[in-house]
């Protein structure tokens, strides 16, 4: 698969089979997120991955933030199955003093915003599917995992073999939407 049609073809991927997933392309996975640039190469991410089914299903029970969730009349996260049902969860952490910011632009999330973005491809390449998942208590996540403070949490990434029929992702904005010539218009 070459890289345009991998991200034509990404979706984020909620449904997952009772398969595990073999060892080299979990390795493969975070090796992509591993090769990401990042502001002055400081590789700011860390990644924990969990795969006992307890530790997941906590994860997914922690993934309702009824602050967010609930004035959009969300009664879940439509994430939140996916971290218990998939074998694997991925979650991305990044140390921000080893990342950079300028003014109020904080690149700690740039960063781990690329490497999330391999990561997804790469599972896609190979068979496998994801959804980045941000919406989260990261407190209690941390407390769960054991994440220093000084750590963020940026995302999870339940890991697997997606289930059912590949869907239509929702749409995107056309180019002239989005692109001006020369200048701001
Ligand atoms: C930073 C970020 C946070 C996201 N958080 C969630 C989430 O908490 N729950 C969820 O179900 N999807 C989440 N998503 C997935 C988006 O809803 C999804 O990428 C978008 O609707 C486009 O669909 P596609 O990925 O299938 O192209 C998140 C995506 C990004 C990039």
């Not at 973005?117 to 990261?138: C, P, R």
């Not at 590949?166 to 904005?173: A, F, L, N, S, T």
Request: aromatic content about 10%.
């Amino acid at each position: 698969m070459d890289v345009m049609e991998a991200i034509r073809t990404r979706r984020s991927i909620r449904k997952f089979q009772d398969r595990p997933v073999a060892e080299e392309k979990l390795r493969a996975v975070l090796e992509a997120a591993r090769l990401a640039p990042s502001w002055a190469n400081l590789q700011c991410w860390r990644f924990v991955v969990v795969k006992n089914p307890e530790t997941r299903s906590a994860i997914g029970d922690l993934s309702y933030v009824e602050s967010f969730f609930a004035p959009k009349g969300y009664k879940t996260n439509p994430a939140r199955s996916a971290l218990s049902e998939a074998p694997v969860v991925i979650v991305a952490c990044a140390d921000p003093e080893k990342s950079g910011d300028l003014g109020e632009q904080y690149y700690y999330m740039t960063d781990m915003g690329i490497a999330a973005e391999n990561l997804m491809l790469s599972a896609h390449a190979q068979g496998l599917g994801t959804v980045f998942v941000g919406v989260f208590d990261e407190e209690k996540v941390r407390d769960l995992l054991g994440v220093p403070a000084n750590i963020r949490i940026v995302g999870l990434f339940p890991l697997g073999y997606p289930e059912g029929e590949k869907k239509e992702g929702p749409p995107r904005k056309p180019l002239e939407e989005i692109v001006f010539e020369e200048k701001w218009k």
